[in-house]
C-alpha cells in the first residue's frame, strides 16, 4: 500500500473542508452576519455619537471577532465526529496534531478571513481612522487564528457532551484573554499616534507559539474523547 | 524504589487508611497556626503607617492569593501525572483541588475588594493583578464544569488534566499581558527575600498564615480525596473490609 507524505494528509483534509464547506455555502455567511450584526448593536445601543464611536470602534470589532470565531468553531470537530471520519484520522499513520492543524487552518479561511474582507468595512461605518484600520486588520490577522488554535482544544474537550456549548464558552474567554489585550492595545497606540510594532511582536510570538503547542492538547483531548 | 513507594502510597486502601491518621495531626497544626497568626497579625503587628489597621485584612487577603496560585499548579501537576502514570489518586487530588482552588480564589478578590474600598476608594478597579486573579476564577470554573459535565469519572479527570495544564501554560501569558495592561496593585511586598519591604513584626505573622492556609489546604484536600475515593469505587473490596471494621 503506498502511504501519503505528511504534508499530502496535511492539504487532503484543507482540501476536504474547504470541499464541504462549498457545497454548503449558506453556512458560511452565519458567522459573517453574526460579526455585523454584533457591531449593528452598539451604536444602537450606545447612541450615535461620532467620537464615542471612533474612540471604541476597535474594542467593539474586536470582540465582535472573537464571538464570532467562537460560535463558528463549536462546530470544528462536529460533523466529522458524527459520521465518524473522525476516528479515521485518528487511525492514520500520521501525527494527529498535524491533522487537527489543517482542519484549524480549514477553519480560519472559511471563517477568519472573510471577516478580514469586512472588517474594513464596518470600520469605516464605526468611523476609524483609515490607518487606524489597517493596523486593527493586521491585529486580526495575527490574532484571529489563535483565537482558532486555543478554541480547537475546548472544542476537542468538550466533543462528546450533549450541552458543550456554554462549557465552551467559559473554558475558552479566559484564554482568549492576553490576545484581546495585545490587540486592542496594538489599535489603541495607532490611534495615539505610537508606533505599534512591539505589540504586533508579541501577537506574533503568540502566534508561533499557538501553532507549535496547541495541536498537541487538541490531539490529546480529541482521543480523550473518542475513546 | 521512589516509584514502588509512590505507586504503594497512592493505592486507594492505603491512602485512606493512612490520610485517616494524619488529618488529626495537620487539625491539631492548622488550629495552632491560625492562632498563632492571627494572634500576632491582629493585636501585636504594629498598625501601617499609612494605611492604619486597615492594612490588617493582608492577613487573609495574600494566603489566599498566593494558595490560588499554588493549588492550580498542584491541580495542573497531579492532572498531568495522571495522564502520564495512570495513577488514579493523582486524578483526584487534581479535581479535588478544583473547587478548593476556587473557593481561596474568590476569598482572595473579596478580601481584595474590601480592602480597595477604603484604600483605593472603590470596590472593585480594574487593575492587572484583580484582573488576572478574576481570570483566574474563571480558569478554576472551566475546569469544575468540565469536569461536572463528563458523565464517566476516568474521562473527565482526564479532559481536566489536559485543560489544567493548558492553563498553566497559559497564566503567566495572562498575567503578563494583563500586567501591562493596566496596574494599579501595589508591588509585591514579600518577595524581595534579602530586605522585604514590610516590618518583620508584620512579616512573621504572614507567614506563619501562609502556613496555616497550607495546612488548611491539605486538610481538606485529604477529605474531599477520600470522600472521592469512596464515590468512584462504591463496591470497592476494601470499602467492605472498612466497613466491617466499624460494625
Known sequence: ?227 | MFMRFIYKFSSPPYFYAISGKIIPWLTALFFLLLGYGLYGGLVTAPADYQQGDSFRIIYVHVPAAWMSMFIYVVMAISGGIGLVWRIKLAEIVSISSASIGASFTFLALVTGSLWGKPMWGAWWVWDARLTSELVLLFLYLGVIGLYNGIEDKRTASRAVAILALVGVVNIPIIHYSVEWWNTLHQGATVSKLDKPSMHIDMLIPLLVMALAFKVYYAIALLLRCRNELLEREPNGKWIDELLEKVK
Open chain 1, 1 to 227: 500500500m503506498k502511504t501519503s507524505s505528511l504534508f499530502q494528509a496535511f492539504s487532503a483534509v484543507i482540501k476536504r473542508d474547504l470541499v464541504l464547506a462549498y457545497r454548503h455555502r449558506a453556512e458560511l455567511i452565519n458567522p459573517l452576519a453574526f460579526f455585523v450584526m454584533v457591531i449593528t448593536l452598539f451604536p444602537l445601543a450606545l447612541g450615535a455619537e461620532i467620537a464615542l464611536l471612533k474612540r471604541i470602534a476597535p474594542a467593539i470589532i474586536w470582540v465582535a471577532a472573537l464571538l464570532a470565531s467562537l460560535m463558528s468553531i463549536e462546530n470544528l470537530f462536529r460533523a466529522d465526529y458524527d459520521d465518524g471520519s473522525l476516528e479515521l484520522m485518528v487511525m492514520t499513520p500520521h501525527s494527529l496534531s498535524i491533522l487537527v492543524l489543517a482542519k484549524v487552518t480549514a477553519h480560519w479561511l472559511l471563517s477568519s478571513v472573510p471577516l478580514l474582507f469586512i472588517a474594513p468595512l464596518m470600520g469605516l461605518m464605526l468611523h476609524m481612522d483609515s490607518d487606524v484600520i489597517g493596523v486593527l486588520l493586521l491585529t486580526l490577522l495575527l490574532g484571529m487564528p489563535v483565537l482558532s488554535l486555543i478554541g480547537g482544544i475546548a472544542v476537542a474537550l468538550t466533543l462528546g457532551l450533549r450541552k458543550g456549548g456554554a462549557l465552551m464558552a467559559v473554558l475558552v474567554l479566559p484564554l482568549y484573554v492576553p490576545i484581546l489585550i495585545f490587540a486592542s492595545s496594538a489599535v489603541d497606540a495607532a490611534m495615539s499616534g505610537f508606533p505599534v510594532s512591539g505589540h504586533l511582536s508579541m501577537m506574533c510570538a503568540i502566534l508561533f507559539l499557538a501553532i507549535t503547542l496547541t495541536p498537541l492538547p487538541t490531539a490529546a483531548a480529541l482521543k480523550m474523547s473518542l475513546s
